[in-house]
């Protein structure tokens, strides 16, 4: 079975500095990926999606993340954070009927 | 343009309960609609998926059910709850392979 990893829980950083959240999955084939973010008491909304071509897929918000098949990757990257960034970012997998298999969620605090 | 609408906010709910949660789609026709359920701290685990009206897979073998009455409309049930059925409830709809995600419900067991 699919599965997805986001080995950091939580990261620090300073507002102004660049992020990159980390995400590895397991699956036999070229999966569809995405990245979502939650905020507090909230429903995850859509950052951005990989499902094939360019392995550098851009996002709302500034995000951008990069497909490494030879990894089994897919880094989610902002090159300056803002202070409203801090939030749980979870990153997925697709690949059956639509179902989806999230990460446990890497949370994001941003210092000012 | 395509919205989803889930209620209540939240909800407290006693043991042995029974308990109806609602998510409606509007904007599309014939979605594929999700449950999933959020514990504090973790990810999101899918409890029901449907791909059409009646029609409802199970993922998570538990007390809880769901059904479709409507084309868009989406119900996750139960005729008791336990302790352990609290969390946050989350209904989503694909939108070109990604979910569009209701804005949740917190539900508590006490």
């Known amino acids: 079975a699919q599965s997805v990893t986001q080995p950091d829980i939580h990261i620090t950083v300073s507002e102004g500095a660049s992020l990159e959240l980390r995400c590895n999955y397991s699956y036999g084939a070229t999966p569809y990926l995405f990245w979502y973010v939650q905020s507090p008491g909230q429903g995850l909304q859509l950052l951005l999606k990989?499902?094939?071509?360019?392995?550098l897929v851009q996002g709302i918000k500034g995000f951008e993340a990069e497909f490494k098949r030879s990894q089994s990757s897919f880094n989610l990257r902002k090159p300056s954070v803002h202070w409203s960034d801090a939030a749980e970012y979870f990153c997925?997998?697709?690949?059956?009927?639509?179902?989806?298999?999230f990460g446990d969620g890497t949370t994001l605090t941003v210092k000012p | 343009s395509q919205t989803i609408h889930q209620w209540p906010a939240t909800l407290v709910q006693p043991v042995g309960s029974p308990l109806s949660l609602e998510c409606t789609v509007e904007?599309?026709?014939?979605?594929?609609l999700y449950w999933y359920r959020q514990a504090a701290g973790r990810g999101l685990q899918l409890l029901f998926y449907s791909v059409g009206i009646g029609q409802i897979s199970s993922e998570v073998p538990q007390n809880l059910s769901a059904s479709r009455p409507q084309d868009r409309q989406f119900i996750l049930s139960s005729k008791k709850l336990l302790l352990s059925d609290s969390g946050f409830y989350l209904c989503?709809?694909?939108?070109?392979?990604?979910?569009?995600f209701g804005s949740g419900t917190r539900l508590t067991v006490v």
């Open positions: 990989y499902f094939s071509g360019d392995t």
């Open positions: 997925a997998v697709n690949v059956n009927a639509g179902k989806s298999t």
């Open positions: 989503a709809w694909t939108v070109n392979g990604g979910y569009t």
């Open positions: 904007g599309t026709s014939n979605p594929n």
